[in-house]
């Protein structure tokens, strides 16, 4: 964050004309930088931007915020390093991203858990999101109210098409830099790859990886078809990005404009879920006209091997009972 004191701008009007151009009377005495790793024209980088334009408004310039969208400044992990050292003030992320630093943040992506969004959006809206976001103010961060949609993923191919846990063995899959998603694919007997999205389209044109997984939404902004062939809906995991913010930029604001910011983005966040409902209408028929491949599959067999796995007893083990039994209550027994 970059802090003008609000007595050097008052001041201004007492300075001769060549200073004040150097300090102009609009300079925002808060200037914030909000980054994420989607593409411009993902309704995350949309609502961002108007949340930001609504802020600067709303705080009569006091508060100016820069989105820096696409990865503009570098990977999920450097974003995240960023914004523990105050480098950068606000970042979506995933929480299963998230969770290299605080571990219980990836409890929404364990396979299978969420039927559907009413059930997704009760739980991170209620119990377990604020328990999540208990664990993230412990590390240090500051987590805004409503998560962003990301979406469940479904799983994407360039040589296979994937339609039992079969397919999966020995299969080249990347997956974003997280615990859980690498003991996932391996419980499915698959060998994921981390590599941060930054990477993904290159490493899928280069055949670093066979496949991937993600958000139809995503995997149409992105352009990921255009280096896929097949995408099997296994809805296999639910994925929402938390608004973060680094503590001393969120703390270092007055009451008021604190609550300004949380408003305006969490406005935002409710919005661009609902964006994303909307494309999911239509995304599959899309993609589907543009060559992508689709493939039914045997869902409660993914399940299943990931229970037989043992996937399910390890993650409740590392989790421990609270978060666990949280999930549960919200989504039933998972054993
Ligand atoms: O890295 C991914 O695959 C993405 C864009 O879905 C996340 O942010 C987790």
């Given at each position: ?171 080249k899959i990347r997956v974003p830099v ?24 290159s490493a899928l044109q280069t055949k ?89 599959v045997d869902k409660p067999a993914f ?33």
């Open positions: 964050m970059t802090r003008l004191p609000r007595r050097a701008l008052l001041a201004g009007a007492a300075l001769p004309l060549f200073v004040i151009r150097t300090r102009p009377a609009q300079a925002a005495e808060f200037s914030f930088k909000l980054a994420n790793n989607s593409p411009v024209t993902h309704p995350q980088s949309v609502r961002q931007q108007e949340a930001a334009d609504r802020i600067r408004q709303a705080s009569g310039g006091r508060v100016d915020m820069q989105l820096f969208p696409n990865n503009q400044l570098g990977s999920d992990t450097d974003m995240l390093s960023q914004l523990r050292s105050g480098a950068l003030d606000f970042f979506t992320l995933s929480g299963l991203i998230l969770a290299t630093l605080v571990p219980p943040a990836s409890i929404n992506g364990i396979g299978f858990a969420f039927k559907d969004y009413d059930t997704v959006w009760k739980a991170m809206d209620g119990r377990l999101g604020a328990y999540v976001r208990g664990e993230i103010d412990k590390r240090g961060l500051v987590a805004m109210e409503k998560m962003w949609d990301n979406g469940f993923r479904q799983i994407t191919s360039s040589t296979r098409p994937i339609k039992t846990p079969n397919d999966l063995k020995g299969f997280s615990p859980l998603w690498t003991s996932m694919f391996q419980a499915l007997g698959a060998s994921p790859v981390s590599i941060n999205f930054a990477e993904v389209y670093i990886a066979e496949g991937e997984e993600n958000p139809l939404s995503l995997i149409q902004i992105a352009k990921l078809y255009e280096v896929q062939k097949y995408c099997s809906m296994t809805s296999h995991m639910w994925d929402g990005f938390w608004m973060l913010a680094n503590k001393r930029s969120f703390n270092g604001l007055p009451p008021d404009l604190q609550a300004l910011v949380a408003a305006e983005l969490n406005r935002s966040a409710v919005q661009e879920r609902e964006d994303i409902a909307k494309l999911n209408g239509s995304v599959a028929d899309d993609l589907r006209s543009k060559g992508l491949e689709f493939v039914e399940r299943d091997a990931l229970k037989q796995a043992g996937f399910y007893a390890d993650w409740k083990k590392k989790y421990g009972d609270e978060p666990w039994s949280i999930l549960e209550s919200e989504v039933g027994s998972l054993s």
